[in-house]
């Protein structure tokens, strides 16, 4: 676990498939904040983004602890839909950062996950524009809305590539309001 002076974060990904750029570009500006980062995903090994980037898994969703960290990001790509949206685990984990008062961010078809641990019920929120994918967040009891970042009783959702890094600063400043 890389600790930054201000705590940490955990970002979950899909172990193949997931979309770069939402990894990378707010865990490099976490790190530049003085936050760690630790990625997750449902096994161990190298994950394998839809760009091409390769990024070593540091914690296997079953073993991590949300009390041991600041936040949790979901990142989204297509491997989102088969690996992370029905993940048990990761709700129940989504729902104890909530519960405990700690950042929560999602991102492109990450707010999915969010939608099916039941945290959007009611609350605003924004995912990538795929019918699919707004229907869930519907479903999920979220009132849908076009923006790049919604920011909502304390959870950030993201529309995807082109809002990583004013997503990255919403994370940011969520996560200072809270140290």
Known sequence: MKSGKKGSVLMVIAPQSFRD???????????????????????????????GARVSIESVLEDTEPAQYDGIVVVGGSGAREYLWENTRLHQMVREFLAMNKTVGAI????????????????????????????????????????????????????????????????????????
Do not use: H, N, W
């Not at 760690?36 to 394998?48: C, F, I, K, L, Y």
């Not at 076009?146 to 590539?161: D, N, Y």
């Open 21 to 51: 750029e939402e990894l990378l570009v707010p865990k490099r500006a976490l790190e530049d904040a003085g936050f760690g980062t630790v990625v997750a995903s449902t096994r161990m090994g190298e994950a394998v983004g839809m760009l």
């Open 108 to 179: 492109c078809i990450g707010p999915v996950v969010l939608a099916k641990a039941g945290l959007l019920d009611g609350r605003r929120a924004t995912v990538f524009t795929d019918t699919e994918s707004i229907l869930e967040l519907e479903k999920g009891g979220a009132s849908y809305v076009q923006e790049p970042v919604v920011v909502s009783e304390g959870v950030i959702t993201a529309v995807g590539p082109k809002a990583v890094r004013s997503f990255a600063v919403e994370l940011i400043r969520s996560l200072e309001a809270r140290a």
